[in-house]
């Protein structure tokens, strides 16, 4: 089976918008070592700058509905023309709190450890979402 999509969910204890907050907000996203540089609309640029100054990453904002989806492409940082892959974010407001849903289409078949290395990195970049919005929310 190809290593081609990864899925990712977790409950974090805290408001659609309090967890929107944690990728929009600079003052909220430079908790996690930097901000995205956007204009935050559909078709626009989405970069992650670092809190040392440098682009880590570049895409495209293909969806985006505040509080419940976020979809964009990630390019290729040195060409910034081959897709590596399409990431999508959906907001499931469960009352109390809500589930987090992050998927990740990769635009080539990852090796077994490359692959296991990116369901690590995906626990770790969601632990931390989950960390920051419900630290924001008391």
Same mark, same amino acid.
């Given at each position: 089976m190809p290593n081609t999509l990864i899925k990712k969910s977790i409950t974090i204890t805290a408001t659609p918008h309090d967890v929107w907050r944690v990728f929009t907000d600079p003052k909220v996203t430079m908790l996690m070592g930097?901000?995205?540089? +956007?204009?935050? #609309? #559909?078709? *626009?640029s989405l970069q992650w700058k670092g809190d040392d100054g440098k682009l880590y990453s570049y895409g495209i904002i293909l969806e985006l509905e505040p509080?419940? $989806? !976020? #979809?964009? +492409? @990630?390019? =290729? /940082?040195?060409?910034?023309? %081959? !897709?590596? +892959?399409?990431?999508?974010? %959906?907001?499931?407001? /469960?009352? #109390?709190?809500?589930? @987090?849903?992050?998927?990740? *289409? !990769?635009?080539? =078949? /990852? %090796?077994?450890?490359?692959?296991?290395? &990116? $369901?690590?990195?995906?626990? /770790? &970049? @969601?632990d931390t979402v989950k960390e920051i919005a419900e630290r924001k929310t008391k």
């Open positions: 930097g901000y995205y540089v +956007s204009t935050w #609309k #559909k078709g *626009e509080d419940l $989806l !976020l #979809k964009h +492409s @990630l390019y =290729d /940082m040195k060409t910034k023309e %081959r !897709l590596t +892959s399409v990431i999508t974010y %959906r907001f499931e407001d /469960m009352g #109390k709190y809500i589930i @987090l849903h992050a998927e990740e *289409e !990769l635009a080539f =078949d /990852m %090796r077994d450890d490359q692959f296991e290395e &990116a $369901l690590d990195g995906w626990d /770790m &970049a @969601l």
